[in-house]
């Protein structure tokens, strides 16, 4: 199963509706379910729902994650050790999801895109890509730095 969660904060049509459509066209055949949030498309082609109070079980049945840029959902994800590709969601302030992915994709290895026409060829690379660290010492000390920045 593939679980796609946008978050609770920003609506993230764009994403959700990207992957209905990749499911629609056959080029995802796995399950998926999607957490939609705020957001208005509803995905007709996958299962979904707003919000829980843990995605904690659908994150542990999941065979890939789809996630928004968010610092929570990707330091979570990276420490979870669960094949995931985070998406940006060019809807935050200063688009400041692809910031921080492309700072911390610095010092550990992970899919990430600001481009949702990426996403089918990341989907086909998540399985086997294994997500490393270059710096983990400095990870924690960089985070905070780009935290007081933005």
């Not at 679980?3 to 066209?25: C, K, M, S, W, Y």
């Not at 509803?42 to 542990?60: A, G, V």
């Not at 086997?128 to 400095?138: P, Q």
């Amino acid at each position: 199963m593939i679980f796609v969660t946008v978050g609770t904060t920003l609506p993230f049509d764009d994403l959700v509706q990207a992957i209905d459509n990749l499911v629609e066209r056959g080029e995802i055949t796995e399950q998926v379910i999607c957490q939609v949030g705020h957001g208005t498309y509803l995905p007709s082609h996958c299962e979904h729902f707003r919000f829980k109070p843990d995605l904690d079980e659908y994150i542990d049945r999941s065979s890939l994650v789809i996630g928004h840029g968010g610092t929570g959902t990707v330091t979570g994800l990276l420490a979870s050790g669960k094949p995931f590709i985070a998406v940006a969601n060019p809807l935050g302030a200063g688009n400041h999801q692809a910031q921080f992915l492309e700072r911390l994709n610095r010092v550990v290895s992970f899919l990430w895109t600001a481009d949702l026409d990426r996403l089918h060829d990341l989907i086909g690379q998540a399985p086997t890509y294994a997500s490393t660290a270059t710096g983990y010492e400095r990870l924690s000390d960089d985070l905070k730095n780009y935290l007081r920045q933005a």
